[in-house]
C-alpha cells in the first residue's frame, strides 16, 4: 500500500499546500480560535464527520473539538492530532533569504511554530483516510487542540478524550532543525517537560539617598540568582540534565527610587520528571531562604510551578513509525536526536500509547530554517507531503493490521 499511499499524498499535495497558506494568512492567537475552527469544521462536516467540542473550563475557553471517522467496522480507535494556534510574534515580510510566499493578514500574529502546517497535514490525512475508508477497520480521532503554546487546554482534552477507548495517538512537528523531509521518531524521551518559574523579590521601597531606610529588592534577586547558579553546579544530578533560562528580572522604574518588588521569571526544562520537580522545589527554596537575609519576601506567581511533562514516546509505536519511514522515504530517517523545547503532546500518553515525529523544514535556499518563535521563521512547503505520508501510513496500518 505504500505506492498507493505516496500516489494519494502527491495527489493531494497543491491542496496541502494551499491549506497551509490560508491558515498561515489568517492566524489566532491561543484560546482565540474561533475562525480557525470554524473553517476546520466545515471541512469535516463536509466528509461526513462527527464533531465534538471539548468543554471549557478554569483555563481554556472551548475553542479545541475533535472530529471521528467511524469505518462501521470493529477495530482499533486511534488518533491524530493537530494544534490551532499562533503567536504574538509580529512577521517579517522576508524569511531568512527572500520574501515569503504568503504573510499573515493579522498585525501582531504569526504563525511562527508551524501549526499552519500541523493543520494542512492533518486535514489532507484525514481527506486520504476518508478515501480509503472502505479498506479501514475501527474508528479515527482526528483532535485539533486549542492553545497548544500556552498549555491552556491540554488538561480538557485529555479529560475529554478518556474513556473513548484509544488504542495509540499519533502527533507531529514540523522541525526548523532538521533539513527539508527528514525524518526523527526515536523510542523513549524526545522533548522536555517544562516547570515555570514566576515570582516577586518583595522589599520594601524608598528614597535612593537612603538605602539603609528601604528594603531593595535588586540585591536580594541578584544574590538569589547568584545562589540558585551554585545550586545547579553542586546538586543537580549531572546525568539527568535540568537546563535554567531566566528570561526576566524586572525592577525599578526611576533613577531614585528603590523600588518595593522585582520580577524573576524563566523555565526549566527536563527529561527526567522526578529530576525537573526537584529542581523547581530547590530554586524556590534557595529564593525564600535568600530573601529574608536581605528583609525581602518571596511572593510565587500564578503561573508558576510545573506546566508540561516530557514527551516520551512507546517504543512499540516509534519503531513502527520508524520502519513506516524508511519504507516510505529510504534514507530520510534520522536517530538520536532530542528537542529541548516543549510540547503538550507529552500529556496524550496518559489517554494511550502516544508517539510524535519530527519532520524537517530547512532549507537554506528557499530561506527555512530560523527558530521557531522567531519573526523570521518560515517553512518549506515541500516538507509537507513527508508529514502527510507518515501519518497516512501509520493510521492506514493500525486500522488493517490483525493484532
Not at 492566524?27 to 474561533?34: A, V
Not at 517537560?193 to 528594603?215: C, E, K, T, Y
Request: net charge negative.
Amino acid at each position: 500500500m505504500t505506492q498507493g499511499i505516496l500516489e494519494l499524498v502527491e495527489h493531494y499535495e497543491e491542496k496541502t499546500r494551499e491549506l497551509r497558506r490560508y491558515f498561515h494568512q489568517h492566524p489566532e492567537l491561543s484560546s482565540k480560535e474561533i475562525q480557525t475552527g470554524a473553517f476546520i469544521k466545515e471541512k469535516c462536516h463536509a466528509l461526513g464527520l462527527t464533531v465534538e467540542d471539548v468543554p471549557a473550563d478554569q483555563r481554556s475557553k472551548g475553542t479545541g473539538f475533535i472530529a471521528t471517522l467511524d469505518t462501521g467496522r470493529p477495530g482499533k480507535t486511534i488518533a491524530l492530532r493537530t494544534d490551532i494556534d499562533a503567536l504574538p510574534v509580529q512577521e517579517n515580510a522576508c524569511n531568512l533569504v527572500q520574501k515569503r510566499t504568503v504573510i499573515s493578514q493579522t498585525d501582531g500574529v504569526m504563525h511562527a511554530c508551524g501549526h499552519d502546517g500541523h493543520m494542512a497535514i492533518l486535514l489532507t490525512t484525514m481527506q486520504i483516510l476518508h478515501d480509503l475508508k472502505d479498506q479501514l477497520s475501527g474508528k479515527i480521532i482526528f483532535i485539533f487542540e486549542e492553545a497548544e503554546e500556552t498549555a491552556n487546554s491540554i488538561h480538557a482534552m485529555v479529560d475529554f478524550l478518556q474513556g473513548r477507548g484509544i488504542d495509540a495517538i499519533y502527533g507531529n512537528h514540523l522541525a526548523a532543525f532538521l533539513d527539508t523531509g527528514l525524518i526523527a521518531c526515536d523510542p523513549g524521551q524526545i522533548m522536555t517537560g517544562i516547570d515555570m518559574i514566576n515570582f516577586d523579590v518583595v522589599g520594601q521601597g524608598g528614597h535612593g539617598s537612603r538605602p539603609d531606610l528601604a528594603r531593595n529588592p535588586i540585591y536580594a534577586g541578584v544574590d538569589i540568582l547568584n545562589s540558585i547558579s551554585v545550586v545547579w553546579n553542586n546538586q543537580i544530578d549531572i546525568e539527568k540534565t535540568v537546563t535554567l533560562g531566566i528570561t526576566q528580572f524586572n525592577a525599578g522604574s526611576q533613577d531614585n527610587v528603590f523600588p518595593d518588588r522585582a520580577h524573576i521569571a524563566g523555565t526549566l526544562r527536563f527529561f527526567d520528571e522526578a529530576e525537573g520537580r526537584r529542581a523547581y522545589d530547590l530554586l524556590m527554596d534557595t529564593a525564600r531562604r535568600v530573601a529574608p537575609v536581605h528583609g525581602c519576601r518571596i511572593e510565587e506567581g500564578e503561573v508558576a510551578g510545573f506546566d508540561t511533562l516530557p514527551v516520551v514516546n512507546d517504543e512499540g509505536l516509534a519503531l513502527k513509525v520508524q520502519s513506516q519511514a524508511e519504507e516510505l522515504f529510504p534514507g530520510h530517517l534520522v536517530h538520536d536526536l532530542k528537542w529541548y523545547a516543549s510540547e503538550t503532546f507529552a500529556h496524550y500518553s496518559l489517554v494511550a500509547p502516544s508517539v510524535f515525529s519530527f519532520v524537517g523544514i530547512r532549507n537554506e535556499e528557499f530561506g527555512s530554517g530560523a527558530e521557531h518563535h522567531n519573526e523570521y521563521f518560515d517553512l518549506d512547503e515541500a516538507a509537507l507531503k513527508y508529514a502527510v505520508a507518515l501519518m497516512t501510513s501509520f493510521a492506514y496500518h493500525e486500522l488493517t493490521a490483525d493484532d
